[in-house]
């Protein structure tokens, strides 16, 4: 803890040369994709511009589940080292939480899409249904770890919760296909099944998802770095407040050491 | 595994006494099976819906009794005295389980004469064996889903609103696979009886991912808290 | 099974600090009690009794500092087998009788119908209250029964949080004399108490805690004979 409390600006900041980096790296990245998916890249033949909504649509699901697995893969270390484990869980909580929006954004994007081109906000596919239910999850995930007070005891909860998210998921997937494919729906509604991309196109593709990783690990940095000066506070506070309660031993009357002495 | 069944037959005493299950929960279950009726307000809608109902009644249900097998642990930091006598903390998610599963197999028979009388559903023959197997595997699994998550949030505030956010979306692939089995028992047009038995299996899936996971996890859960 | 260290230490507390909501209960507290022996541990309200006890008894992490009991340290789980807890709840099942509530403990250590009677009577419980409902027992017989609880538990250190509250004179007295022959088998017994009340029998060993840390700790007296 104290290493990560060293690690960073004297003015108590975050930010550090790491994140300076991939922050403009990020940056450098978003904007070009920006202005490629906006007016460099063709539209669709069949949905026209709002294609164009794949260049976000498609990069925050990757995020969304990439955060997902390195809240997974943490928590798991977590759990499976005995000492040292919180900085493993400040990431896992970190990751979750940048995740939960990424997640958010990658249903409200899917849903508009499917607006704009089928005129419907939501369809039961499998793949935004699992997402929808990952989403709850996490919400569920993020609530509990809000609660507990003492790292040690919200790491051990929320790695318990995490793990079992990893177990669930696929259950989920499994289910929802099998669900869907009562109604024989399956190869209709995929968005970006249809869409035929040329070059520029899977580039920007490609390039979305680099530039929002970076977004991703700007955001997790940071995150996890003011998880760690809040439990290092928290350690602070411990000394002083460990400090003050012993104090409260020498204000005892010593009257009550004596009068078992006698007879 | 004496332990596990001193704490099951422990539980199930308790509800045996105060009969909650029979008092509450139950006319609780079958007060929603007539509210969807209310709701839905069409026969044949109902009729179609009928397998799907029974186990959503099922789920919230579930909630009120695993609740329930915790609220007794918690009131009197009876926890306590059990973590420190009963050895091995799975012993104890076992036992908590299983009363659970056989309070939950009790309700689900119940909910599913209810949905024979109030909504006209039927099972006959062969597929009654298709039912009772589903009501067994999905009783179990949702047990197990409900024994873990309760003993995730047993000792914390908001316990109570906490323990639908984390066991909904856990059981909401059991409830898919329950309610498309059960339609196939009950004759639906659209599922015949073998893939209702591929829904079997994967409610055995669940069943079994969710008692070893519980088994394992819950040492950890319950020693999270102080 | 390493049971005791080789100079007799059934529990030992080195610098041990808890925290329970973020406030250090215990701020570093340490203590070493040989098996067999019996220590009062004392102290004013919110002293830090209560949680010392929960983490002899492993119910609680440790934040800085050991807590050594039988050889058990670092896993809690192992740790609470050896362990009989007696807290500031007694533990019962409202509704389930007192006998079955005692049963219940039985079975889970594998003790006899025999071992259930004889706690039952050794605390005074008779026929008619042990078939009643904890939940409509007094706060006494709710008392008597926790400690039945944990007469049959039989666990090898004993940790019982203000048992003589709420008891009679002569249910005390009772409770004495089980504390006594539970060290005389070889058990470790540490209670927390606000008084120590000296009728004649022998003072046991006496920790007082204060501000979460051992103020001060003197040893067992023998048998004044002199009135309180």
Not at chain 1, 160 to 181: K, Q
Not at chain 2, 67 to 91: F, H, K, N
Not at chain 2, 159 to 181: T, Y
Request: glycine residues 8%.
């Amino acid at each position: 803890m104290t290493t990560a409390v060293a690690e960073t600006d004297a003015a108590a900041g975050t930010g550090t040369a790491a994140t300076r980096v991939i922050g403009v790296a990020a940056l450098v990245v978003v904007a070009f994709v920006a202005v490629s998916a906006l007016l460099l890249t063709p539209a669709d033949a069949v949905q026209g511009d709002s294609v164009r909504i794949m260049y976000v649509h498609v990069p925050t699901a990757w995020v969304a589940y990439l955060a997902f697995v390195v809240t997974a893969v943490t928590s798991g270390i977590s759990v499976a080292r005995r000492h040292r484990t919180l900085g493993f869980d400040r990431v896992a909580g970190a990751s979750a939480e940048v995740g939960v929006l990424f997640m958010a954004m990658t249903l409200v994007t899917g849903s508009l899409w499917g607006r704009l081109t089928w005129g419907t906000f939501w369809q039961w596919d499998p793949r935004l249904t699992t997402t929808l239910f990952l989403f709850v999850t996490y919400v569920g995930y993020l609530a509990v770890r809000n609660i507990d007070t003492d790292p040690q005891r919200r790491a051990r909860r929320s790695a318990v919760l995490a793990l079992l998210a990893v177990l669930e998921i696929p259950l989920v997937h499994f289910s929802v296909v099998l669900w869907r494919s009562l109604h024989q729906e399956a190869s209709v509604l995929n968005l970006d099944g249809d869409v035929r991309l040329d070059d520029l196109m899977l580039f920007t593709l490609f390039a979305g998802v680099v530039g929002f990783t970076l977004v991703y690990a700007w955001l997790v940095m940071h995150r996890q770095r003011l998880a760690a000066l809040g439990d290092a506070q928290g350690t602070v506070g411990l000394d002083a407040a460990i400090a003050a309660r012993r104090a409260e031993a020498s204000s005892v009357p010593t009257g009550v050491a004596a009068r078992t002495k006698g007879a | 595994m004496r332990q596990a069944l001193a704490v099951a037959r422990k539980d199930l005493l308790i509800e045996w006494r105060s009969r909650l299950l029979l008092v509450r929960v139950a006319p609780f279950a079958l007060l929603v099976l007539v509210l969807f009726a209310v709701a839905l307000d069409s026969e044949p809608l109902i009729l179609r819906a009928a397998a799907g109902l029974v186990w959503l009644a099922m789920l919230f249900a579930s909630l009120l009794v695993v609740q329930r097998s915790y609220a007794v642990e918690t009131d009197d930091a009876a926890i306590d005295v059990l973590l420190t006598g009963a050895g091995e903390p799975g012993r104890v998610f076992l036992g908590k389980l299983l009363a659970a599963f056989v309070q939950l197999l009790v309700l689900a028979a119940l909910l599913v004469v209810g949905a024979v009388v109030l909504y006209g559903a039927a099972v006959s023959g062969s597929r009654v064996v298709l039912l009772v197997t589903t009501m067994v595997t999905a009783s179990l699994g949702l047990s197990g889903i409900g024994t873990l998550y309760g003993a995730a949030v047993a000792n914390m505030t908001g316990k109570d609103s906490l323990l639908p956010l984390l066991a909904m979306p856990a059981a909401a692939p059991l409830l898919i696979a329950a309610s498309r089995a059960t339609e196939a028992a009950f004759g639906s047009q659209t599922i015949d009886t073998t893939a209702g038995w591929t829904w079997v299996a994967l409610l055995a899936v669940f069943a079994v991912v969710f008692v070893s996971a519980g088994a394992a996890a819950f040492g950890t859960l319950v020693e999270a808290d102080s | 099974m390493q049971a005791v260290t080789t100079n007799g230490t059934a529990v030992q507390l080195d610098g041990v600090v808890v925290v329970l909501g973020g406030y250090p209960a215990l701020a570093g507290a340490s203590v070493a009690v040989r098996a067999g022996e019996l220590v009062a541990l004392r102290g004013a309200n919110g002293s830090g009794k209560s949680t010392l006890l929960r983490a002899c008894a492993g119910l609680v992490p440790v934040a800085r500092g050991t807590v050594r009991v039988l050889g058990v340290h670092d896993d809690r789980t192992a740790l609470r087998r050896h362990v009989g807890l007696l807290g500031h709840k007694n533990g019962l099942y409202a509704d389930l009788t007192a006998r079955e509530n005692v049963q219940f403990t039985a079975r889970l250590v594998g003790a006899g119908a025999t071992d259930v009677d004889d706690a039952l009577r050794r605390l005074g419980i008779d026929a008619r209250v042990a078939a009643t409902r904890a939940g409509s027992l007094s706060a006494g017989q709710r008392r008597r029964t926790a400690l039945a609880s944990l007469v049959v538990r039989r666990a090898r250190v004993w940790l019982l949080d203000e048992p003589h509250a709420g008891l009679d004179a002569a249910s005390r007295d009772e409770l004495d004399s089980i504390l006594a022959a539970a060290t005389r088998a070889g058990a470790t017994v540490i209670f927390t108490t606000h008084e120590i009340e000296t009728r004649g029998a022998a003072v046991p060993r006496t920790v007082t805690l204060a501000g979460g840390v051992v103020v001060s700790d003197e040893p067992a007296a023998a048998s004044t004979g002199g009135a309180r």
